[in-house]
T-cell receptor, first 113, second 112 residues
C-alpha cells in the first residue's frame, strides 16, 4: 500500500467552483506539505504544516487554504478556482528527525476550465 | 528569481553512456542538496543527496558532485539505462524543517 495517498487523482472543474484535494499518509510523519508543479518551474510550495496545530504559508499561498485534520491528513482547498490554478498538485511528508528528505504522493492533476 | 536552476530542460543519452545533469543555485545559505526522480503519473522519489561538508556522494550508478565555490552541483549516472528515463529535479535546503527549493527539472531520455 502507498505511504502517501492523494484523492482525487484527476479533476476537471469550472472557474469559480470550490475544490478540495485530500492527502493521507501512513508514514507517521509530523510534517506535511502541498506543492504545485508547472512546466519549467519545478515544484513550488503552497502550504506546510509541522503538526496538527501548525499551518504556514509557502511561496504561492494566494488563492489556496489548507486544513490539518489529523497528523495523517492534510487537505488543500481552492475556494474559487481559476484557470491559472490548472496544474499538478503534490502532497509530501517529512519526519522531523530526518533532515530534509520528503516523501511524495502520486499527485492530483487539476484542470480548471 | 529562481534560487535553484536547471538550465537544460532535456537531455538525450545513449544506453551505457554517462548522463550528466546539472544544477546551479544562488543562495549561499543552502547547505543540503537532493536529487529527485519523477516518472509520469507518479510523485517524485528521492534519489541521492549531499551535504555541503562533502564534495561527492556515491550510491551505485549515481554520483552527486558539489562545487560550493561555483554554487553548482551535478548528478552523474553511469552507465545509463532506459529505465533511467524520467524527469530529474534538483532541490536545496538551508534550514531545519525540511524546507526544499526545487529547480525546474531536466527530462532525461536514455535511448536503447
Amino acid at each position: 500500500d502507498a505511504d502517501v495517498t492523494q484523492t482525487p487523482r484527476n479533476r476537471i472543474t469550472k472557474t469559480g467552483k470550490r475544490i478540495m484535494l485530500e492527502c493521507s499518509q501512513t508514514k507517521g510523519h509530523d510534517r506535511m506539505y502541498w506543492y504545485r508543479q508547472d512546466p519549467g518551474l519545478g515544484l513550488r510550495l503552497i502550504y506546510y504544516s509541522f503538526d496538527v496545530k501548525d499551518i504556514n504559508k509557502g511561496e504561492i499561498s494566494d488563492g489556496y487554504s489548507v486544513s490539518r485534520q489529523a497528523q495523517a491528513k492534510f487537505s488543500l482547498s481552492l475556494e474559487s478556482a481559476i484557470p491559472n490554478q490548472t496544474a499538478l498538485y503534490f502532497c509530501a511528508t517529512g519526519a522531523s528527525a530526518s533532515y530534509n528528505e520528503q516523501f511524495f504522493g502520486p499527485g492530483t492533476r487539476l484542470t480548471v476550465l | 528569481d529562481q534560487q535553484v536552476k536547471q538550465n537544460s530542460p532535456s537531455l538525450s543519452v545513449q544506453e551505457g553512456r554517462i548522463s550528466i545533469l546539472n544544477c546551479d543555485y544562488t543562495n549561499s545559505m543552502f547547505d543540503y542538496f537532493l536529487w529527485y526522480k519523477k516518472y509520469p503519473a507518479e510523485g517524485p522519489t528521492f534519489l541521492i543527496s549531499i551535504s555541503s561538508i562533502k564534495d561527492k556522494n556515491e550510491d551505485g550508478r549515481f554520483t552527486v558532485f558539489l562545487n560550493k565555490s561555483a554554487k553548482h552541483l551535478s548528478l552523474h549516472i553511469v552507465p545509463s539505462q532506459p529505465g533511467d528515463s524520467a524527469v530529474y529535479f534538483c532541490a536545496a535546503s538551508g534550514n531545519a524543517g525540511n524546507m526544499l527549493t526545487f529547480g525546474g527539472g531536466t527530462r532525461l531520455m536514455v535511448k536503447p
